[in-house]
């Protein structure tokens, strides 16, 4: 590491930051699908970053469009003013979301994405008139982010319990995972359908329908160690919310942009929800951006409820739409449809999972599930240690395999660029497999 490099005034997010500082782990560079560390060691990525760099590293394309753009336009308001390049990107989003959804709210990140989003829903059916609409539903050990509306409807106990009670009026739905019924699924599990009647018949039960705004859920929960919907839950749930005017959000910050092989999941599900939450793979992560894309209705009864001079929506960011993330998302964009992108995952797809399940049997696995270019791997925890096993198996395969993974609890999720090739593949999978027969 540079000897000029002082570690202790940065506070690092999601990080134990002095097991980190006691042996650092630096990232100086990256190209395609390597990062390159402080030592010069070229690291596979098999994470795209944090699920974001769909197109791979330093894609010339969005290189070239950011420096363009902040030459030109470095930044521009978006309140009562324009920029072009904002209302390019939201064309350009609107041309890959499923049909329906063509109205495009941008902000910085997937947390305050979903804020909006939550927002936005409020406000919806206060400006029709039913204002009585004021609840949220999330799930259990769901994951939307860091902000108050997003840790309210979210289910990891971790991210809420420091914070005292966040938003009032939400509940919670029960997460899918079933292990016992399920492990080792290839795709979507069979079993598990049936807890999503649960909305109708527990919560909406409870707090009465014609209370509750939204429903938010990740259609493949990411970060929380991936839980996949069993076959025909989210049908389930569109069907529920339809049946009481209740809005859908999908949280397509992980799943957006190819992950499964489709622009979102959505469109591999072939549930399209009345909102879609989308971030990272947006602009391949070169630079923050957010964005809900909102079905037509749904914003035209903001246009309908507020007189034209006024704005219809009190809610937006300093950098909403930001010149050089709106260039970067058209970039990025353009990337995954000459290249396609996402295509070319769907096509990866069934290689990654016959490499994800030769995992099964060695030591410490306990499940295995993948969809698209996702995959989880639960291991047994150590007793009286939860996540310490997951950890080492990191430690040692970014420092003795060259290998970048993530893991959460006890579970290793890969996510790697969607331009992996079937070596890397064989190369990430393998890294592990030979840090799990070792593992203690
Ligand atoms: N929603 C989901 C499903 C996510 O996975 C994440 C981040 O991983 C977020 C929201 C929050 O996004 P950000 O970290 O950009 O605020």
């Not at 995954?336 to 769907?346: I, K, M, N, Q, T």
Request: hydrophobic residues 45%.
């Amino acid at each position: 590491m540079p000897d000029n490099i002082n570690l202790e005034h940065f506070w690092m997010p999601f990080t134990a930051n002095r097991q980190f500082k006691s042996r650092p782990r630096m990232l100086v560079g990256a190209q395609g699908m390597h990062y390159i560390t402080d030592d010069g060691r070229r690291i596979l990525d098999g994470t795209a970053g944090l699920w974001c760099v769909n197109a791979g590293h330093g894609h010339p394309k969005i290189v070239q469009a950011i420096q363009q753009q902040a030459a030109a336009l470095d930044y521009g308001p978006l309140f009562q003013m324009g920029h072009p390049r904002a209302f390019e990107a939201a064309s350009a989003l609107v041309s890959i979301a499923p049909e329906g959804l063509n109205r495009v709210f941008f902000c910085n990140d997937g947390s305050e994405a979903v804020d909006s989003a939550l927002k936005i829903a409020l406000a919806y059916h206060r400006a029709r008139g039913d204002g009585l609409r004021t609840r949220l539903i999330g799930r259990e050990r769901a994951y939307h982010g860091v902000g108050f509306g997003g840790i309210a409807v979210g289910g990891i106990a971790g991210n809420r319990k420091h914070f005292g009670p966040t938003l009032a009026g939400v509940d919670h739905l029960r997460h899918p995972l079933d292990i016992a019924r399920n492990a080792f699924s290839r795709g979507l599990p069979e079993h598990g359908a049936e807890i999503a009647d649960e909305l109708e018949q527990r919560l909406l039960a409870l707090h009465d329908p014609s209370t509750v705004a939204a429903v938010i859920v990740e259609p493949l929960q990411g970060s929380t160690g991936v839980i996949l919907p069993p076959k025909g839950y989210l049908q389930k749930l569109r069907a529920i919310c339809d049946r009481h005017g209740i809005l859908l959000i999908f949280d397509e910050v992980i799943t957006g942009f190819g992950r499964l092989g489709t622009a979102f999941a959505a469109d591999y599900f072939g549930v399209v929800p009345d909102m879609i939450v989308c971030a990272k793979g947006l602009t391949n992560a070169a630079v923050p951006m957010g964005a809900v894309i909102v079905r037509q209705d749904i914003h035209d009864a903001f246009m309908a409820a507020a007189p034209e001079n006024t704005i219809e929506f009190f809610h937006g960011y300093t950098y909403s739409g930001h010149p050089l993330a709106a260039a970067a998302a058209v970039a990025a964009i353009g990337v995954y449809r000459e290249e396609g992108l996402f295509d070319r995952a769907a096509a990866m797809a069934p290689y990654f999972e016959d490499a994800a399940h030769s995992l099964k049997g060695l030591p410490w696995v306990k499940d295995v599930r993948n969809l698209g270019l996702v995959c989880g791997i639960e291991l047994e925890s150590v007793p009286g240690k939860p996540t310490a096993r997951a950890v080492d198996v990191f430690l040692k395969c970014f420092w003795d395999k060259n290998v970048l993974i993530r893991t959460t609890g006890d579970i290793i999720a890969l996510s790697p660029p969607l331009i992996i090739d079937k070596p890397q593949i064989d190369e990430l999978f393998g890294a592990i497999g030979d840090v799990l027969k070792h593992q203690q």
